[in-house]
């Protein structure tokens, strides 16, 4: 039996197997009360630190309920001989259709529209919008979410782009995605960017005001759409104050973002700027991701205490 430590909630029914499998399962407020568990499930908000991880003596796995790994020390961990792993696809669907909500929100304008109607103001004449139909849309990483948002825009009529220095010319292809050197060239031809890459050293502020002054306003097809970004990956990679300038000089149309730097984000500026809506980083957060991922997650514990080593550990240097 192993003592299992839920920081972030965890749904029922994967709990009860966990039970049912013989673990203990406990829910915590803070992950400084984990020494003595075996394992701890976390989603985004809690943070295992140096210090967090030093303190856990016994802990064998963290378990990420979700896809990034940014709220981990991964090098505290491997150091410490714990296993990370994460459940990588388990949200996919509900990623890939909150960034099409947000692509669709942010050319029809249909936040600044509710914000007017409520206000009182019927702003038909101002709020004129533009198709996603014969646009370039250009990804930042194209793994699974990105090709599962691929696949819808390219059904709307999108060409697709992408930058992703990890990917194989082959998979780009049999999506009919156009893969670009550098991150400047992708820029420099697509007017809807959307994000789907980890945040790391190399992408963090990877659309700032020198990337976003690149991209084109003018659509494949001719018409003036303007420029937009779109981000449901993480926090960082998307400079917010050089992205609220943007929308302030009239580099960018539009920004939606489900992720911040800093979070929970209440006060930055971005925020109160009209051609700027967002969510409270609700990637994940739908009944059906929630039950996969919770049964990803039991599934992957059970397996692990049962000597299986796990698919998705993302530190395998503690397998050597």
Not at 24 to 32: I, P, S, Y
Not at 210 to 224: E, F, H, I, V, W
Not at 250 to 262: I, K, N, P, Q
């Amino acid at each position: 039996m192993a003592r299992i430590a839920v920081t972030d909630g965890m749904a029922d029914d994967a709990v009860l197997i966990l039970q049912e499998a013989g673990h203990e399962v406990e829910f915590l407020e803070k992950n400084d009360q984990i020494n003595g568990f075996d394992a701890v499930v976390i989603r985004s908000a809690t943070k295992m630190t140096n210090q967090a991880i030093s303190s856990a003596p016994s802990l064998q796995i963290i378990g990420r309920a979700g896809v990034g790994v940014d709220n981990i020390d991964l090098v505290a961990a491997t150091n410490a001989g714990i296993l990370v792993c994460n459940t990588p696809s388990s949200s996919t669907q509900s990623v890939v259709e909150l960034t099409i909500g947000h692509l669709l929100a942010s050319t029809r304008h249909i936040p600044a529209a509710d914000r007017d109607l409520r206000s009182g103001q019927w702003t038909k004449k101002n709020l004129k919008g533009t198709e996603l139909y014969g646009k370039r849309l250009g990804f930042i990483g194209f793994g699974r979410i990105a090709q599962g948002v691929g696949n819808v825009a390219k059904a709307l009529g999108m060409e697709l782009h992408a930058y992703d220095p990890y990917l194989p010319f082959e998979i780009a292809n049999e999506h009919g995605c156009k893969l670009h050197k550098n991150v400047e060239d992708l820029f420099r031809n697509c007017t809807h960017i959307s994000v789907h890459c980890n945040l790391t050293d190399e992408t963090h502020h990877l659309i700032n005001s020198r990337t976003l002054s690149l991209m084109p306003g003018l659509g494949a097809d001719g018409t003036n759409c303007g420029n937009h970004i779109v981000s449901c990956a993480r926090g960082g990679i998307v400079n917010e104050n050089d992205v609220l300038e943007a929308l302030q000089n009239g580099t960018l149309s539009s920004c939606a973002l489900d992720v911040f730097e800093s979070e929970p984000e209440t006060s930055h500026l971005i925020l109160q700027h009209p051609k700027f809506h967002g969510t409270p980083h609700l990637g994940a957060a739908t009944y059906e991701a929630q039950k996969r991922i919770g049964f990803e997650m039991a599934n992957l514990l059970i397996n692990f205490f049962n000597g299986i080593t796990p698919k998705s550990v993302v530190n395998k240097d503690v397998l050597n």
